[in-house]
């Protein structure tokens, strides 16, 4: 039942790739052309719609490669301060729809990290989803990156209801 599960989300995985990357494809077309500022915003939104629904398809694809033991990691020196203001500039928008405060603590002399530079934004992006869906309007969302020695690290605090007891004996 497990492998078949698997097969399925490998599957489907794959097979929604392909009209996403056409979608993707003609909205990019339509980006650029020359449009009104409404037509403008309507290309915005779908563009924005089509990267998180390709997201989410790479985060099916990662959960069956994980699975199958296959996921790995383009390890490398990075900045973990820049891939923190990539991820916030792209939810900004999301955050202050619901009038959400949104700060971000970020040493300016901190260390490279080693580590994969798209799983490190896809982890960043996914607390800070998280924490803004579960955040209400007007709530507080903050984001901490410290280091000591040995270790480059992340912290998202929020105002939001928090996770259940069940949810954190699954979290990791």
Do not use: C, W
């Amino acid at each position: 039942l497990e492998q078949a599960k698997s097969d399925f989300v490998a599957t489907a995985s794959h097979e929604l790739r392909s009209p996403l990357t056409s979608i993707k494809g003609f909205v990019e077309l339509l980006g650029r052309t020359e449009v009104t500022g409404r037509q403008r915003e309507f290309i915005d939104i779908i563009a924005l719609s089509t990267n998180r629904l390709v997201d989410l398809v790479n985060d099916l694809l990662d959960v069956a490669r994980v699975e199958a033991g296959q996921l790995e990691l383009q390890r490398r020196p990075i900045s973990v301060g820049e891939a923190v203001h990539e991820v916030a500039a792209l939810l900004r928008p999301r955050i202050e729809e619901k009038r959400q405060t949104l700060s971000l603590d970020l040493p300016p002399a901190l260390p490279s990290a080693f580590a994969d530079p798209g799983r490190v934004r896809q982890i960043v992006t996914n607390l800070l989803t998280n924490a803004h869906l579960y955040t209400g309007e007007e709530g507080r969302i903050g984001v901490r990156v410290g280091a000591d020695a040995e270790h480059v690290t992340i912290s998202v605090s929020d105002t939001g209801r928090g996770m259940s007891e069940e949810a954190h004996g699954k979290i990791f």
